[in-house]
């Protein structure tokens, strides 16, 4: 037997889960934190920013429905895995011949597309593989190795936007085949080039160890509709209450999002490495506390994970709208690493608790289409009325008064969660678990 085969008998992830993931982070940690940055440096104002952010919100989840529901349908998750990566991740080296902010939001539009394929049906597959009892410290662990993944891969990212005289000696050193490698592009955009190179490559290797994990068998499920949106939508039940809670909530988190690289190109000239940074922080922090939040949903519950991590929020907008240092920026970040460490993974974990076996992938990829729904209207929204404030309040105003904004409504939506049912018990509370972890402070204190 195999190290894989016996990880998956024990109910835990295989370590080749762990690499694959790790890979596909990587290459998405090299260039997600700076798309906002490159369309600045191209010109777009806020209501095209706004729409660039939409697409990357509703484009990788339009056809995730379809996407989920084929893999239940056939019973295989992997080949869409497999063409996910390898399509969507070597469509970033695209992004360089871009000409306009319209180009680059129709390619962003297709890369999101082609990327959204295996963000169902990796779920699918990784769930299919993990006992009930270790659901939330296994994706506590597997998210912890990607943070780590997407945190180097940002920093390496940062470094080389640093030194810009790489690529011209790469280009040198290899002569004639330099120029064929790497074409030249416009010179303000030479810093992004080799980042969007080797995400290209990278998503080549990750694809191809994606074709090594050995997928657990599984119920098929020829009987379920492809897409199953209104069904899953239309049932009264947990799923259906869980979409209702969130639509608040994404709806107010989505609209400060076009508005948070603005703050730090243009408000506090920050450096691409900066920005890296900032990134690099949250992801840390998120990996911090990613494993000891993954081990207590499993102890108290998700409900109370995902009210923490939605209810602490609202301050990232708060502080980028007061901002006037970069250290600022690093403690909203380390904020929103320390509330996406809460919530995501608990998130994740509810959908599996609540979705039949055969019809995870459905269910996961019908929640990210509806909230990428909600969030194509907050972004959208928001841009659009940041960029008819200009004329009134000017920039600085237009920009504070909708981060504001989305502040106030965050902490309103998040009370939502409140309404969401556990489908089990669980051995213990938060209130307990608080006051476990007091009591051993005290007696630790005074001895």
Same mark, same amino acid.
Request: charged content about 15%.
């Given at each position: 037997?195999?190290?894989?085969?016996?990880?998956?008998?024990?109910?835990?992830?295989?370590?080749?889960? @762990?690499?694959? !993931?790790?890979?596909?982070?990587?290459?998405?940690?090299?260039?997600?934190?700076? +798309?906002?940055?490159?369309?600045?440096?191209?010109?777009?104002?806020?209501?095209?920013?706004?729409? #660039?952010?939409?697409?990357?919100?509703?484009?990788?989840?339009?056809?995730?429905?379809?996407?989920?529901?084929?893999?239940?349908?056939?019973?295989?998750?992997?080949?869409?895995?497999?063409?996910?990566?390898?399509?969507?991740?070597?469509?970033?080296?695209?992004?360089?011949?871009?000409?306009?902010?319209?180009?680059?939001?129709?390619?962003?539009?297709?890369?999101?597309?082609?990327?959204?394929?295996?963000?169902?049906?990796?779920?699918?597959?990784?769930?299919?593989?993990?006992?009930?009892?270790?659901?939330?410290?296994?994706?506590?662990?597997?998210?912890?190795?990607?943070?780590?993944?997407?945190?180097?891969?940002? +920093?390496?990212?940062? #470094?080389?936007?640093? *030194?810009?005289?790489?690529?011209?000696?790469?280009?040198?050193?290899?002569?004639?085949?330099?120029?064929?490698?790497?074409?030249?592009?416009?010179?303000?955009?030479?810093?992004?080039?080799?980042?969007? @190179?080797?995400?290209?490559?990278?998503?080549?290797?990750?694809?191809?160890?994606?074709?090594?994990?050995?997928?657990?068998?599984?119920?098929?499920?020829?009987?379920?509709?492809?897409?199953?949106?209104?069904?899953? +939508?239309?049932?009264?039940?947990?799923?259906?209450?869980?979409?209702?809670?969130?639509?608040?909530?994404?709806?107010?988190?989505?609209?400060?999002?076009?508005?948070?690289?603005?703050?730090? /190109? *243009?408000?506090?000239?920050?450096?691409?490495?900066?920005?890296?940074?900032?990134?690099?922080?949250?992801?840390?922090?998120?990996?911090?506390?990613?494993?000891?939040? !993954?081990?207590?949903?499993? =102890?108290?519950? /998700?409900?109370?994970?995902?009210?923490?991590?939605?209810?602490?929020?609202?301050?990232?907008?708060?502080?980028?709208?007061?901002?006037?240092?970069?250290?600022?920026?690093?403690?909203?970040?380390?904020?929103?690493?320390?509330?996406?460490?809460?919530?995501?993974?608990?998130? *994740?974990?509810?959908?599996?608790?609540?979705?039949?076996?055969?019809? /995870?992938?459905?269910?996961?990829?019908?929640?990210?289409?509806?909230?990428?729904?909600?969030?194509?209207?907050?972004? +959208?929204?928001?841009?659009?009325?940041?960029?008819?404030?200009?004329?009134?309040?000017?920039?600085?105003?237009? *920009?504070?008064?909708?981060?504001?904004?989305?502040?106030?409504?965050?902490?309103?939506?998040?009370?939502?969660?409140?309404?969401?049912?556990?489908?089990?018990?669980?051995?213990?509370?938060?209130?307990?678990?608080?006051?476990?972890?007091?009591? /051993?402070?005290? =007696?630790?204190?005074?001895?």
């Amino acid at each position: 037997m195999s190290d894989t085969e016996g990880e998956q008998k024990n109910g835990r992830l295989p370590s080749r889960v @762990y690499l694959v !993931g790790s890979l596909t982070q990587f290459a998405q940690g090299l260039y997600a934190p700076f +798309l906002s940055a490159y369309l600045i440096d191209m010109g777009a104002n806020y209501a095209e920013l706004s729409a #660039f952010r939409s697409t990357g919100n509703f484009a990788p989840t339009v056809l995730q429905p379809l996407w989920g529901a084929g893999s239940d349908k056939i019973g295989r998750t992997k080949p869409f895995v497999i063409f996910g990566i390898l399509t969507g991740l070597f469509t970033v080296f695209l992004f360089l011949w871009a000409e306009t902010p319209m180009d680059m939001i129709i390619l962003y539009a297709i890369q999101s597309v082609l990327l959204s394929i295996q963000i169902p049906t990796w779920l699918s597959l990784i769930g299919g593989m993990m006992d009930e009892k270790y659901r939330g410290e296994e994706l506590g662990k597997l998210s912890v190795a990607t943070n780590i993944a997407s945190l180097s891969a940002t +920093l390496l990212s940062g #470094f080389i936007a640093g *030194v810009p005289a790489i690529l011209p000696f790469l280009r040198s050193s290899l002569g004639d085949l330099g120029l064929i490698i790497f074409p030249s592009v416009e010179a303000w955009k030479e810093i992004y080039y080799i980042p969007f @190179y080797i995400t290209a490559f990278v998503g080549i290797i990750a694809s191809l160890l994606a074709s090594t994990i050995k997928e657990p068998p599984r119920n098929n499920g020829d009987q379920h509709e492809v897409p199953p949106f209104y069904k899953l +939508l239309s049932q009264p039940g947990d799923f259906r209450k869980l979409c209702g809670v969130a639509t608040f909530f994404s709806f107010a988190m989505s609209m400060a999002w076009p508005y948070f690289t603005v703050v730090q /190109r *243009v408000w506090l000239n920050n450096t691409l490495f900066e920005i890296g940074l900032a990134s690099a922080i949250m992801a840390v922090t998120t990996v911090i506390f990613t494993g000891p939040m !993954g081990r207590l949903s499993d =102890r108290v519950g /998700r409900k109370p994970l995902i009210l923490l991590g939605r209810g602490t929020l609202f301050i990232v907008p708060i502080i980028y709208a007061f901002a006037t240092t970069t250290v600022m920026i690093y403690i909203a970040n380390a904020i929103a690493g320390f509330s996406i460490a809460g919530a995501f993974n608990a998130l *994740v974990a509810y959908i599996y608790d609540i979705a039949p076996e055969e019809e /995870r992938g459905s269910y996961i990829s019908v929640y990210s289409t509806f909230t990428g729904i909600i969030f194509l209207g907050g972004s +959208l929204l928001s841009g659009f009325l940041g960029q008819m404030m200009v004329p009134i309040v000017g920039d600085h105003g237009a *920009v504070f008064a909708m981060l504001l904004l989305s502040g106030i409504l965050r902490f309103f939506a998040a009370f939502m969660f409140i309404f969401l049912h556990e489908p089990r018990q669980y051995a213990s509370t938060m209130r307990a678990e608080i006051l476990a972890k007091l009591g /051993r402070r005290i =007696r630790d204190d005074t001895v």
